[in-house]
C-alpha cells in the first residue's frame, strides 16, 4: 500500500517526504500543534505587516513629525 497513487499522482511516501502527510513515528497531535505553530507565525508575520503598512499611512497623512 505504500507504493499506491493518490488522485495527484504522488505516493505516500512522496507525500510524507514533502510534508504534506505525518510520518509514521509522527502523531496526529504532534502534527496538529505543528500546523498551529505555523499558523501563529504566519499570523504574526501578517500583523507585522499591517502594522507597518499603518505606520507609513500614518507618516503619509500626518508628516514626519
Do not use: A, C
Request: overall charge negative.
Amino acid at each position: 500500500m505504500l507504493d499506491s497513487y493518490y488522485p495527484n499522482g504522488m505516493t505516500r511516501g512522496d507525500l510524507q517526504h514533502v510534508g504534506e502527510l505525518s510520518t509514521s513515528y509522527e502523531t496526529r497531535l504532534e502534527y496538529l500543534r505543528n500546523e498551529r505553530s505555523k499558523s501563529l507565525d504566519e499570523i504574526d508575520q501578517v500583523n507585522d505587516y499591517i502594522h507597518e503598512l499603518d505606520e507609513e499611512i500614518r507618516q503619509l497623512e500626518f508628516g514626519d513629525e
